[in-house]
């Protein structure tokens, strides 16, 4: 019997491991990419500072946070997501599974880090 639908959670389960050597196959169907998107804190600014970035609906986005000290991202996706991160690097994923524009903030800084421009 064939079950495509615990194949598929079986790749997903092997992507989220992040132990991947190279050559595996990408996932079928939509929203099998990864955005990676490298946010950088420093000296009281972020980079980057309000820029858009395309994202698919329900495929992964991971921010990779580079920072001096703790602190934390707002995403203003439905619901909200509060996304902690410690000093150096930390790696934040997100999935977004709503069409739309979702402002990716630091309060503490009251900066729009990215607008994800799901779709
Ligand atoms: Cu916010």
Redo the contacts with the bound molecule.
């Keep these: 019997m064939r079950r495509p639908a615990a194949a598929a959670a079986a790749l997903a389960l092997v992507l989220a491991a992040g132990t991947a050597c190279g050559d595996d196959e990408p996932a079928p169907g939509a929203g099998g990419e990864t955005t990676t998107i490298e946010v950088t804190f420093e000296d009281g600014t972020v980079t980057p500072s309000g820029e858009r970035v395309e994202v698919d609906v329900d495929g992964e986005v991971e921010l990779v946070v580079q920072a001096e000290e703790a602190g934390e991202i ?1 995403v ?1 996706s439905n619901p ?1 997501q509060l996304l902690e991160y410690g000093p150096g690097t930390t790696t934040l994923p997100i999935t977004l599974d709503q069409p739309g524009v979702v ?1 990716v ?1 630091s ?1 503490e800084l009251g900066q729009v880090i990215v607008q994800l421009q799901v779709q």
Excluded: D, I, P
Aim: charged fraction near 50%; avoid cysteine.
């Design positions: 707002h203003h909200e402002e903030e309060h």
